[in-house]
C-alpha cells in the first residue's frame, strides 16, 4: 500500500485502526458502553432508573426504556435553564446544539459536548483516510460552502447553535480540519457572515479566485452545492466584474466580510476574461464544475435520503466529477463512516464505528410497513443483512437508548460492524388509512413524473407534499416547482403519473374503491421553495443544515402557508 503521510495524520493508521476496531464490533461495544455508563452513573436520569452502577448490556436494557426526544424535553430543559447538577450526564453539559426543524416543524435542543467533538473529528479522519486512498489530494485549499449561525445562549447561559455551528467555533475544529487538508479557501468573516447570500456569493467569488487550488467542492448537504451553483447561474457576469476591476459588489454590504474580501480582490483582468470565456462555452451549464476548478478531484457532502432528488441536478454541474456522499449522523451524533467512496451516492454505505456510542436496532417487517408491529432490538453485531431497522442510540452526552427516527438497511458487514443504507425517516410518511407511503416512495413518483417532463426540457426544482383530510375522503397534494412552463397535457399527465407511480397495495386498493381521493397536483410559482428556506433562515437554521420538508404535518402550518399562498395550477388525477 503506498504511503501517505500528511502533516498530523497518518492516513494508513487511522486505517489499520479501523480495522482493528471493526474486527471485533461487539466487544468494542460492550466496553463503550461500560465507559458510557461509568463515565455517567452518578446522572440523576440514571439513578432514577435504578441502575445502581450497573454498567452490562443486560442490566442496561432491563433498567433504561426506549425513549424519544419527546420524553427527555423535561431533562434537557433544565440543563438548558442553568441546572448545573448532574441531570442526564456526569460532566456539566455546556453546550445545546440545534436541530433544523425542518422535519418536524419545531427546533429541539439536543445536548453538545467534548465527546461528541471527538466522535466528530474520528469520523471526518477515517472517511477522510479512505477517501484519499482512492483519491489523493493535493496541496491546495476546498470549496466550502458551509455557514455558521449567530451563536445564542440558553436562559441558562449555555452556547447554543446548530450543530455545524458547534463544530466550526470549537478550537478543536479548525487543527482537525487542517490535518485532513480540509481548509476553507473562504476566510471566517465569510462562513460567519451575517446574511447567507452575502456569504454564498462571496464563497463563490473566493472560489474563483483561487480556482487553480480548488481540490474539491464541499457542502454539508447536496442541495446547498446546487443552490450555490444555481445562483452562479445568476451571478456570474457580476462576480467576472468584481474579479476585473478587483472591487467587490455593492450587493455585499456587511462590512466584516467586505473587509475580509478586500485582502482578497485584485484586478485580475485575465482571470475575469479567463472565466468569462468558459463560461460564455457551456451547453446549459453542464460540467461547469471541472470547467471552473480543473484540479478538483471529487464533490462531497451528504447525498443520500432526502438529497437523492437533487443528484441529478447535481451531477449535470458535475460532469465528470465523481460524487461522494459523506458520513452518516445527525444533530444528536454521529453513527456511521463511508469506508467505500468510490460508491455512487444511491449506493453509498455506511460503516457503523463501534466505539463511538453504543448501539441497537429495532427490527421492521419492511420499508412500507414502518409504522406496523416492531420487535425486540437486537444489538449492532446481531443484525442480518437485507433487513430494515430503526436505530437506538445511547451516547457520552446524555441521550440513553435514544430512537432516532431513521429507517436503515443493512447491506453488509465490514469485519464485523454493519453496513447501513439509510431508507427513510419513520415518521415522514404519507398516510390517510391503511396506506403507508414513505418519503422515499414519494421521491420515487416524483422521478417517475420528472420524466415528462425532461422530455419537454424542464426539470422538477424541488418539491413537498401534505395530506389533505379535510374533505372526505382525503387525498395526497403533491406541490411541484418546475423550471419553467409546461402544457396543460403535460401537467395533467404528471398529476396522473404521481398518482400511479404511490405502488403501496393499501394505497391502491383504496384509490380503486375511493376511499381515498383523487391525488391533487398543485404547480408553485418560481422560487416559492426559497421562501420555505427564508422562512427557516429566519428561526436560526443555517443552509447549509437546510433540508426540504418533504411531507409538510399541521404541526409546519407556516410552511404549509407559503406552498398554499404560492400555488400557480392545480391539477386532479383521473388515473383511477
Given at each position: 500500500?503506498?504511503?501517505?503521510?500528511?502533516?498530523g495524520?497518518?492516513?494508513?493508521?487511522?486505517?489499520?485502526?479501523?480495522?482493528?476496531?471493526?474486527?471485533?464490533a461487539?466487544?468494542?461495544?460492550?466496553?463503550?458502553?461500560?465507559?458510557?455508563?461509568e463515565?455517567?452513573?452518578?446522572?440523576?436520569?440514571?439513578?432514577?432508573?435504578?441502575?445502581?452502577?450497573?454498567?452490562?448490556?443486560?442490566?442496561?436494557?432491563s433498567?433504561?426504556?426506549?425513549?424519544?426526544?419527546?420524553?427527555?424535553?423535561?431533562?434537557?430543559?433544565?440543563?438548558?435553564?442553568?441546572?448545573?447538577?448532574?441531570?442526564?450526564?456526569?460532566?456539566?453539559?455546556?453546550?445545546?446544539?440545534?436541530?433544523?426543524?425542518?422535519?418536524?416543524?419545531k427546533?429541539?435542543?439536543?445536548?453538545?459536548?467534548?465527546?461528541?467533538?471527538e466522535?466528530?473529528?474520528?469520523?471526518?479522519?477515517?472517511?477522510?483516510?479512505?477517501?484519499?486512498?482512492?483519491?489523493?489530494?493535493?496541496?491546495?485549499?476546498?470549496?466550502?460552502?458551509?455557514?455558521?449561525?449567530?451563536p445564542?445562549?440558553?436562559?441558562?447561559?449555555?452556547?447554543?447553535?446548530?450543530?455545524?455551528?458547534?463544530?466550526?467555533?470549537?478550537?478543536?475544529?479548525?487543527?482537525?480540519?487542517?490535518?485532513?487538508q480540509f481548509?476553507?479557501?473562504?476566510?471566517d468573516?465569510?462562513?460567519?457572515?451575517?446574511?447567507?447570500?452575502q456569504?454564498?456569493?462571496?464563497?463563490?467569488?473566493?472560489?474563483?479566485?483561487?480556482?487553480?487550488?480548488?481540490?474539491?467542492?464541499?457542502?454539508?448537504?447536496?442541495?446547498?452545492?446546487?443552490?450555490?451553483?444555481?445562483?452562479?447561474?445568476?451571478?456570474?457576469e457580476?462576480?467576472c466584474?468584481?474579479?476585473?476591476?478587483?472591487e467587490?459588489?455593492s450587493?455585499?454590504?456587511?462590512?466584516?466580510?467586505?473587509?475580509a474580501?478586500?485582502?482578497?480582490?485584485?484586478?485580475?483582468?485575465?482571470?475575469?476574461?479567463?472565466?468569462?470565456?468558459?463560461?460564455?462555452?457551456?451547453?446549459?451549464?453542464?460540467?461547469?464544475?471541472?470547467?471552473?476548478?480543473?484540479?478538483?478531484?471529487?464533490?462531497?457532502?451528504?447525498?443520500?435520503?432526502?438529497?437523492?432528488?437533487?443528484?441529478?441536478?447535481?451531477r449535470?454541474?458535475?460532469?465528470?466529477?465523481?460524487?461522494?456522499?459523506?458520513?452518516?449522523?445527525?444533530?444528536?451524533g454521529?453513527i456511521?463512516?463511508?469506508?467505500?467512496?468510490?460508491?455512487?451516492?444511491?449506493?453509498?454505505?455506511?460503516?457503523?464505528?463501534?466505539?463511538?456510542?453504543?448501539?441497537?436496532?429495532?427490527?421492521?417487517?419492511?420499508?412500507?410497513?414502518?409504522?406496523?408491529?416492531?420487535?425486540?432490538?437486537?444489538?449492532?453485531?446481531?443484525?442480518?443483512?437485507?433487513?430494515?431497522?430503526?436505530?437506538v442510540?445511547?451516547?457520552?452526552?446524555?441521550?440513553?437508548?435514544?430512537?432516532?427516527?431513521?429507517?436503515?438497511?443493512?447491506?453488509?458487514?465490514?469485519?464485523?460492524?454493519?453496513?447501513?443504507?439509510?431508507?427513510?425517516?419513520?415518521?415522514?410518511?404519507?398516510?390517510?388509512?391503511?396506506?403507508?407511503?414513505?418519503?422515499?416512495?414519494?421521491?420515487?413518483?416524483?422521478?417517475?413524473?420528472g420524466?415528462?417532463?425532461?422530455?419537454?426540457?424542464?426539470?422538477?426544482?424541488d418539491?413537498?407534499?401534505?395530506?389533505?383530510?379535510?374533505?372526505?375522503?382525503?387525498?395526497?397534494?403533491?406541490?411541484?416547482?418546475?423550471?419553467?412552463?409546461?402544457?396543460?397535457?403535460?401537467?395533467?399527465e404528471?398529476?396522473?403519473?404521481?398518482?400511479?407511480?404511490f405502488?403501496?397495495?393499501?394505497?391502491?386498493?383504496?384509490?380503486?374503491?375511493?376511499?381515498?381521493?383523487?391525488?391533487?397536483l398543485?404547480?408553485?410559482?418560481?422560487?416559492?421553495?426559497?421562501?420555505?428556506?427564508e422562512?427557516?433562515?429566519?428561526?436560526g437554521?443555517?443552509v447549509?443544515?437546510f433540508?426540504?420538508?418533504?411531507?409538510?404535518?399541521p404541526?409546519?402550518?407556516?410552511?404549509?402557508?407559503?406552498?398554499?399562498?404560492?400555488?400557480?395550477?392545480?391539477?386532479?388525477?383521473?388515473?383511477?
Open positions: 500500500m503506498l504511503e501517505k503521510k500528511m502533516e495524520i497518518n492516513t494508513n493508521k487511522v486505517i489499520e485502526e479501523f480495522e482493528a476496531l471493526t474486527k471485533d461487539g466487544g468494542v461495544q460492550r466496553e463503550t458502553l461500560k465507559k458510557i455508563l463515565e455517567n452513573g452518578s446522572a440523576e436520569y440514571l439513578q432514577n432508573l435504578g441502575l445502581n452502577g450497573k454498567s452490562d448490556p443486560e442490566s442496561f436494557k433498567c433504561v426504556p426506549l425513549v424519544t426526544h419527546e420524553d427527555l424535553e423535561a431533562y434537557i430543559h433544565r440543563i438548558a435553564e442553568g441546572d448545573s447538577s448532574s441531570v442526564l450526564t456526569g460532566k456539566p453539559i455546556s453546550d445545546m446544539s440545534l436541530s433544523s426543524g425542518t422535519t418536524q416543524g427546533r429541539k435542543f439536543v445536548p453538545f459536548n467534548d465527546e461528541l467533538m466522535n466528530t473529528l474520528q469520523i471526518y479522519r477515517t472517511s477522510f483516510a479512505f477517501r484519499n486512498r482512492e483519491f489523493p489530494l493535493e496541496k491546495g485549499k476546498s470549496l466550502q460552502f458551509v455557514y455558521s449561525s449567530k445564542g445562549k440558553t436562559k441558562g447561559g449555555l452556547g447554543a447553535g446548530t450543530a455545524t455551528t458547534n463544530l466550526f467555533r470549537n478550537s478543536k475544529y479548525k487543527s482537525g480540519m487542517k490535518a485532513i481548509q476553507c479557501c473562504s476566510p468573516e465569510v462562513i460567519f457572515g451575517p446574511d447567507f447570500h456569504s454564498l456569493y462571496c464563497h463563490l467569488l473566493c472560489g474563483l479566485l483561487f480556482r487553480e487550488e480548488i481540490q474539491f467542492v464541499f457542502s454539508t448537504f447536496a442541495h446547498s452545492i446546487v443552490l450555490a451553483f444555481r445562483t452562479f447561474e445568476q451571478v456570474w457580476e462576480l466584474n468584481d474579479i476585473r476591476d478587483g467587490l459588489s450587493r455585499v454590504t456587511a462590512l466584516s466580510v467586505r473587509m474580501m478586500r485582502k482578497l480582490l485584485r484586478p485580475n483582468p485575465e482571470l475575469a476574461d479567463l472565466i468569462y470565456k468558459k463560461c460564455s462555452g457551456l451547453s446549459n451549464w453542464y460540467g461547469l464544475i471541472p470547467e471552473l476548478f480543473p484540479n478538483a478531484k471529487y464533490i462531497y457532502g451528504i447525498m443520500t435520503g432526502s438529497m437523492e432528488p437533487y443528484l441529478k441536478k447535481l449535470h454541474y458535475a460532469g465528470e466529477l465523481p460524487l461522494m456522499s459523506a458520513d452518516y449522523g445527525s444533530s444528536e454521529w456511521a463512516a463511508n469506508v467505500n467512496p468510490k460508491l455512487p451516492p444511491e449506493l453509498a454505505t455506511f460503516s457503523v464505528l463501534p466505539n463511538i456510542g453504543y448501539f441497537e436496532f429495532i427490527p421492521l417487517q419492511d420499508n412500507a410497513e414502518c409504522m406496523y408491529k416492531e420487535s425486540k432490538p437486537v444489538g449492532l453485531t446481531e443484525v442480518k443483512i437485507g433487513e430494515d431497522y430503526e436505530i442510540v445511547t451516547n457520552f452526552a446524555g441521550l440513553y437508548r435514544y430512537r432516532l427516527g431513521d429507517v436503515v438497511r443493512v447491506m453488509g458487514f465490514h469485519n464485523s460492524t454493519p453496513e447501513l443504507k439509510f431508507v427513510c425517516r419513520r415518521n415522514l410518511i404519507l398516510s390517510i388509512n391503511i396506506d403507508k407511503n414513505t418519503e422515499k416512495d414519494l421521491q420515487l413518483s416524483v422521478e417517475e413524473a420524466k415528462l417532463l425532461a422530455e419537454e426540457k424542464l426539470e422538477v426544482v418539491f413537498s407534499s401534505l395530506v389533505e383530510v379535510s374533505t372526505d375522503p382525503g387525498r395526497y397534494v403533491i406541490f411541484l416547482e418546475i423550471s419553467g412552463e409546461a402544457s396543460e397535457e403535460v401537467l395533467q404528471c398529476c396522473n403519473c404521481l398518482d400511479r407511480s405502488v403501496d397495495a393499501g394505497y391502491v386498493s383504496s384509490r380503486k374503491v375511493k376511499t381515498i381521493g383523487p391525488l391533487e398543485r404547480v408553485v410559482w418560481r422560487g416559492t421553495f426559497l421562501k420555505i428556506l422562512h427557516y433562515l429566519g428561526l437554521t443555517v447549509s443544515q433540508k426540504t420538508p418533504r411531507c409538510v404535518g404541526m409546519n402550518n407556516k410552511v404549509q402557508q407559503i406552498l398554499c399562498n404560492n400555488v400557480a395550477k392545480t391539477y386532479f388525477s383521473t388515473a383511477f
